[in-house]
Each structure stands twice: as C-alpha cells, then as structure tokens.
C-alpha cells in the first residue's frame, strides 16, 4: 500500500494541516484525514509510517465507542460510502477519515498518567512531582502511580513544544467548573480503558486527550488511545526500573535519542528497518486493542 504524506482533494474546502491530521470541510461538518506522517518530538518527518494513519482512525473509532458512556464524542462517521462527494477518492480514503462534528477546542492538551515514564519521569527525578502533584518518594521508571493523574499541558501550534501546567492555571484558563470536568472526565475514559487493555495484555502507561465544546457541552475531540497518542506496554513484559517495550510512538523516539538527535528540524532520515518495525508495532497495537 502507498504511503499517503499528503492530501488533495479540489472538491472540498481545505482547513487546516496538522501533524498528521489534514482537515476539510464537509458541509457544517469536519472531514479528518488521517495521513502516515510521522511526528516526534514535534518535528515532522520526511518519511511516512506504513498504515499508521489507518490504524490511528481504526483505534479511534473502538475507543470513541467504548467510552461514549462516559462522555459524547465528536465522532459522526468513518465510512466513505456515507459521503457521496467523497466517492471519487475512496481508495485513499477508505479506514483513514473520520467525518465529526465542528466544534471548538478547549484550548488544554489533557494528559493522564498512570504510570511514571518519559517527560513525567525526567520531571520526577528533578522534583519529586509532576505539573505541581507530589508523588511519594522512591519510585523507579515505569512505576505503576498509586492513582492516576492528570497533568495537563497548553496546546501548542505545530513545531512548538507543548508546556506543562498545574491545574490551577487551567482553572485560570477556562473557568473551575469546566477544569473540574475535564479532569474527571479524562480520568475516568483512561481508567475504563487501561482496565479494559490490561485485561488484553496491553498497560495503556500515559494518553493525551483533547476535548471541545458542543452546545455548551464538554465531549471528547481528536483521537483518542492511539500508538501515537498513548504509551502502550506488553504487559507480559512490564518490569519496572527501565524503560519498556512498547507498540507506540516510542520506539521512533528511542531511535533518535540514541542517535543523539538535537530534536530540531529538519528532522533526520529514519532507516527503512525502523519504518518497517514502527509500522508493525502500530499494526500490532490495533490487532491486540480491537480483538
């Protein structure tokens, strides 16, 4: 199958170009195309992850319906057939598009942590805490926290790094009555589904949602529990005092940082055994998730 790094589709109105994500519109409604562009460490690469852009939608699209009872989501659609103007480009289409509803981001990238591993780890070492929570004292990487936690980060444009921030200036951010909501929200959508991974063999380690507003109501946006988006460990494996290994993102940043890459574009050429490995690792996560 081709690798599809761009989009092009003369017929609908172009809106936006994401990391991976290139948006259109579709009526009143958003056409979400997933591509196999590769991002770490917030530079994109030249080169594309074969299918990653199918098995981000496919995952997506299993998580949005194991959570919706906890809260709505943005998802309307993932099949082309639904969209007659789409038709003509089915091919490249087909298990990559999400069609949701058009609705306006809270401006907080949502992070929940169970367990002690990349940027939280590195933060942990230096004080003891992670976005201003206290952990106890002794813990090793990749310890399983004693409850999980919601570390937030603002919401970057692309090519900037994303910050940490405490709760409090997220209460500043957008009110207390909608932080207190994200907060449980995004707890409780990770718990269900670490609950329901671990169950499968997979430790669902740290994810990162993103929620919008409809009608003055919070739902979840974006993707949702994916290899690019999560920390997944084979939980057959799971040793706590090292680094694991993992079905994610993980493996193209283990590369780079032994490679000693100063995290700056252009982003360097990836060699073809680990494009091939990423893209099995991916193919893996959404074979063990969705079975």
Avoid at 10 to 36: C, H, M, N, Q, S
Avoid at 146 to 162: L, M, Q, W
Avoid at 218 to 225: A, M, Q, R, S, V
Avoid at 244 to 249: E, G, L, M, T, V
Wanted: glycine content about 6%; overall charge positive; charged content about 30%.
């Amino acid at each position: 199958m081709p690798v599809i790094l761009e989009t092009r589709y003369p017929d609908l109105k172009f809106i936006k170009k994401g990391k991976v994500r290139d948006i259109y519109a579709l009526e009143d409604k958003l056409l979400i195309v997933a591509t196999d562009r590769l991002s770490a460490f917030d530079v994109v690469f030249g080169q594309g992850i074969p299918e990653k852009g199918k098995v981000l939608t496919q995952i997506s699209k299993y998580w949005f319906k194991q959570t919706e009872d906890i809260i709505p989501n943005h998802l309307l659609s993932t099949e082309v057939s639904d969209f007659p103007v789409l038709k003509k480009y089915a091919p490249e289409l087909e298990n990559r598009i999400m069609v949701v509803k058009n609705v306006k981001p809270v401006m907080v990238e949502c992070i929940v942590r169970g367990y002690l591993s990349g940027s939280g780890w590195s933060e942990y070492q230096k004080s003891g805490s992670i976005c201003g929570i206290k952990l106890p004292a002794g813990l090793v990487e990749s310890d399983r926290l004693p409850e999980p936690i919601f570390t937030p980060t603002s919401k970057a444009e692309v090519g900037v790094h994303d910050e940490n921030i405490t709760f409090e200036e997220v209460i500043n951010m957008i009110g207390e009555k909608t932080a207190k909501e994200l907060k449980q929200k995004a707890i409780a959508v990770y718990q269900k589904a670490a609950s329901l991974a671990e169950k499968k063999g997979l430790i669902i380690a740290d994810t990162k949602f993103e929620f919008g507003m409809d009608n003055g109501k919070l739902i979840l946006i974006d993707e949702i529990l994916t290899p690019d988006s999560s920390r997944f460990w084979p939980k057959a494996q799971y040793k706590p005092g090292r680094g694991q290994p993992s079905f994610d993102k993980q493996f193209v940043r283990d590369y780079l940082l032994e490679k000693k890459w100063n995290k700056a574009p252009p982003a360097p050429a990836l060699p073809e055994e680990i494009i091939r490995k990423t893209s099995e690792k991916y193919l893996e996560a959404l074979r063990i998730i969705t079975a």
